[in-house]
């Protein structure tokens, strides 16, 4: 994973954050040894404390590859919740269900195939959406996740600093550059469409590969 932050907060988050639970800790192991593009303790801990602060009861997932971002938010969810996981590839969510099958909580839905038209096929409301497919889909993905969004439901989206892009490059591509290549004109133009819509409040937050969080006003 190719971390935003430097050695020395990477090393204070690590002190920092509570012990995550045993099964995050074997699919964080998982993970990295499969070299597997997750988003890592840190971003799971907030994703936590984000379906935290929302309340949330239902999460919708664009891009859940074996389940890790939904095991971190499935800690925060009621028993009675659910989770939707989408991906492309059926055995990423095999095995998906084998680990979250270890682990108690919200139902879990795992739908092979596009997101997108996945989403579609879904009534709302979500009170979490995480968007971490296709980087050029993000936009098209928080327009239509718009109306199936709680008010106060979040859209957390990962890789707006770094993984596929690098932060420099997404810098001055919202500075007016000609972006260098496709994702990061796709970035840039998610960080600029979050950040301009009054529908909505936003923070880009430096941990793991950088993350947006926007709030439904
Ligand atoms: C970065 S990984 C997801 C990681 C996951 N959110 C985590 O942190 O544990 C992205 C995944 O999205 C899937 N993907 C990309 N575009 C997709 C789409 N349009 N529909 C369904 N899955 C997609 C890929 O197959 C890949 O497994």
Redesign the pocket.
């Given at each position: 994973m190719n971390r935003v932050l430097s050695d020395t907060i990477d090393a204070l988050l690590d002190a920092a954050n509570p012990e995550p639970p045993e099964l995050l800790r074997e699919m964080t192991e998982y993970?990295r040894e499969q070299e597997f593009?997750?988003?890592g303790p840190d971003v799971g801990q907030f994703f936590r404390v984000a379906a935290t602060l929302a309340d949330a009861e239902r999460v919708f997932?664009?891009?859940?590859?074996?389940?890790?971002?939904?095991a971190w938010f499935r800690t925060a969810l009621p028993a009675d919740g659910d989770i939707v996981l989408?991906?492309?590839?059926e055995s990423?969510l095999a095995t998906a269900r084998e680990f979250l099958d270890r682990q108690d909580g919200a139902t879990a839905h795992y739908e092979a195939?596009?997101?997108?038209a996945t989403f579609e096929d879904y009534d709302g409301p979500f009170d979490v959406v995480?968007l971490?497919?296709?980087k050029p889909?993000y936009v098209e993905a928080f327009e239509d996740a718009r109306e199936k969004l709680a008010d106060g439901g979040v859209v957390v989206a990962?890789n707006v600093m770094a993984g596929p892009v690098e932060p420099e490059n997404v810098t001055a591509a919202l500075d007016g550059a000609e972006p260098v290549d496709d994702h990061t004109e796709a970035i840039a133009e998610y960080v600029a469409h979050v950040r301009d819509d009054p529908g909505f409040e936003t923070a880009f937050v430096p941990l793991g590969e950088g993350i947006s969080v926007s709030v439904k006003r």
């Open positions: 993970g593009p997750i988003v997932e664009f891009g859940s590859g074996f389940g890790y971002s939904a989408t991906d492309y590839d990423n195939g596009d997101a997108m995480l971490d497919h296709d889909l990962d």
